[in-house]
């Protein structure tokens, strides 16, 4: 069971050694991918072992959503994973929400509302890095652009296509 594993954990740490223990937290999650308990003393651990380093934290939390997130159960994982993000990298939010709630997993209003609430008060800036609006924006030009060569050959071909003209206020009919 995840609670003999997480207690021989602790013992070997306290025993033998820091790398005795997370070889054992290690197997465990291996042989017992679904127990979202062993997963989070593993971070736990982890983040006491390597003083709080992100990228270890951040690597075991992945780990753990990618081996138990599609779980019915694994809202406490995630819940605690997107917790740990707004502290230490808040761009990592949005994306990880979007990952989060593509799960069918229990208490999903109670974590939809959580990020309303979340959207709502977290300014714009806070959530999405220049690069990300930047792509944004590129993807933007590439299918308008795509759009226009496509409305293009239409009328070309003496076809009527519908198009919405912005700041028109109707659907214009163009036909060549």
């Known amino acids: 069971s995840s ?21 054992v937290y290690n197997d465990a999650v291996i042989a017992i991918p679904l127990s979202v308990d062993l997963w989070t003393y593993f971070i736990h651990f982890i983040a006491e072992w390597k003083d709080g380093d992100e990228n270890e934290i951040r690597t075991i939390y992945q780990r753990a959503v990618e081996a138990c997130g599609q779980d019915y ?3 406490k994982i995630w ?7 707004k502290q230490t990298d808040k761009y ?3 994306k990880l929400y979007k990952q989060f ?32 609006i930047k792509e944004l924006l590129t993807r933007h030009k590439v299918e308008a652009e795509r759009r226009r060569l496509e409305t293009e050959k239409k009328i070309k071909n003496g076809k009527k296509i519908t198009a919405f003209v912005p700041n028109d206020g109707c659907l214009n009919y163009i036909e060549e």
């Open 3 to 23: 609670g003999i594993k997480q207690s021989t954990g602790d013992q070997m740490k306290k025993i033998v050694s820091n790398e005795a223990a997370f070889q």
């Open 73 to 75: 159960r694994s809202d």
């Open 79 to 85: 819940e605690a994973y997107v917790e740990w993000e």
């Open 92 to 94: 990592r939010v949005l």
């Open 101 to 132: 709630l593509g799960c069918v997993i229990q208490r999903h209003q109670y974590h939809f509302d959580k990020f309303r609430e979340w959207i709502f008060f977290t300014p714009v800036k806070d959530m999405v890095t220049m690069e990300d």
